[in-house]
Antibody, heavy 123, light 112 residues
Framework: EVHLLESGGGFVQPGGSLRVSCAAS????????MTWVRQAPGKGLEWVSG????????LYPDSVKGRLTISRDNSKNMLYLQMNGLRAEDTAVYYC????????????????WGQGALVTVSS | QSVLTQPPSVSGAPGQRVTISCSGS?????????VNWYQQLPGAAPKLVIY???NRPSGVPDRFSGSKSGTSASLAITGLRAEDEADYYC????????????FGGGTSLTVL
């Protein structure tokens, strides 16, 4: 059974940094592209980053480009999201999610999700 | 303002059939990209219930079905149950955006 467990959420001041991690188990982690999706309080879902199975390719929406960095360590079955220059509008629950593909494709769906890590940006 | 438009809320009585619509444009659903659907129970993470327009992942009841035509898609739930009360999101790919994997704004389903 696929299991994804996020950690590292917390409270940070505007302009600060935080790293959220996701521990994966129950599947061959190195075979699948992974993503981060966030949900602001009381709002909908927003895709914020993706990484190929090998880690060679990453992609971000303009809203976070240059501030968020996705990475992975396939030897440890770990996915990471480094967040710098945080803003109040980055306050959200951050979910890691698994795709069913090794690389980027327009057909991506997110077949397994973690329970989420809450990141609060406030002064 | 979401690229994919969903009604904010729908409701139905136990046993009834409800549908949730997802309206897109020529840069996403109309371009032939597939739609996927997620269920988010209160306080929980999203769960995939339909992928590639009409396919159900293992474990999802056949009460859930999906369809797509042109720039629109829909999720249908038959034999409505109390445990179906949740938020539902459609998701697809959009040609025009730098963040191409996009979600609808979500629909809150109330079981009366």
């Amino acid at each position: 059974e696929v299991h994804l467990l996020e950690s590292g959420g917390g409270f940070v001041q505007p302009g600060g940094s935080l790293r959220v991690s996701c521990a994966a188990s129950g599947f061959t982690f190195s075979n699948y592209a992974m993503t981060w999706v966030r949900q602001a309080p009381g709002k909908g879902l927003e895709w914020v980053s993706g990484i190929s199975a090998s880690g060679a390719t990453t992609l971000y929406p303009d809203s976070v480009k240059g501030r968020l960095t996705i990475s992975r360590d396939n030897s440890k079955n770990m996915l990471y999201l480094q967040m710098n220059g945080l803003r109040a509008e980055d306050t959200a629950v951050y979910y890691c999610a698994k795709t069913d593909f090794p690389d980027f494709t327009s057909s991506w769906w997110f077949d397994s999700w973690g329970q989420g890590a809450l990141v609060t940006v406030s002064s | 303002q979401s690229v994919l438009t969903q009604p904010p809320s729908v409701s139905g009585a136990p046993g009834q059939r409800v549908t949730i619509s997802c309206s897109g444009s020529s840069s996403n659903l109309g371009a032939g990209y597939d739609v996927n659907w997620y269920q988010q129970l209160p306080g929980a993470a999203p769960k995939l219930v339909i992928y590639e327009n009409s396919n159900r992942p293992s474990g999802v009841p056949d009460r859930f079905s999906g369809s797509k035509s042109g720039t629109s898609a829909s999720l249908a739930i038959t034999g409505l149950r109390a445990e179906d009360e949740a938020d539902y999101y459609c998701q697809s790919y959009d040609d025009n955006l730098s963040g191409p994997w996009v979600f609808g704004g979500g629909t809150s389903l109330t079981v009366l």
